[in-house]
């Protein structure tokens, strides 16, 4: 994740359509700060998930690299 504002948050993945997840990734309130994170997240059916951000967070931008694994 790399931070565009000078605002603090999070992030929480969760499987797409199903409830949210209580665990949360912080991030930090520096402007151009790249943070580094890990989660392991169960996909729905369709094998989808979803990342919920904090209200009045930063604008954040990532990449992503997805392996699966039996």
């Known amino acids: 994740m790399i931070n565009r504002e000078a605002k603090a948050g ?3 993945p969760t499987p797409t359509g199903e409830t ?4 949360v990734l912080n991030y930090n309130s520096v ?6 994170m890990n989660a392991q997240v ?4 369709d094998g989808k998930f979803s990342i919920d951000t904090a209200e009045g967070g930063g604008r954040l931008t990532s990449s992503s690299t997805s392996r699966a694994t039996s």
Do not use: F
């Open 10 to 12: 999070y992030v929480r």
């Open 20 to 23: 949210r997840s209580t665990g």
């Open 31 to 36: 402007e151009g700060q790249s943070t580094a």
């Open 42 to 45: 169960a996909l729905n059916a």
